[in-house]
């Protein structure tokens, strides 16, 4: 499997930058997780980030498709 800057040329900043707000996501999910207990807000953000990931990840997905169906 190819690898996001294999799949995309340098100048596709749009992908680069849903790669780098989805790490952004997980790191601050990562420290959430680590904790023993979270406030209301905490588990409110914990929830939100989550959607956020999944709504990237989608994007991810769909500018990876246009890429395939261009180079087919």
Known sequence: ???PREQFPTGQ????RLVMEH???SQRLESLTQKRYL???EKLEEV??????LRLKDQMYSLQQQ?????A
């Open 1 to 3: 499997m190819l690898t």
């Open 13 to 16: 900043d749009e992908f680069q």
């Open 23 to 25: 790490s952004q996501y």
């Open 39 to 41: 406030t209301d807000d």
């Open 48 to 53: 939100r980030l989550k959607k956020l990931k």
């Open 67 to 71: 890429v395939h169906r261009q180079s």
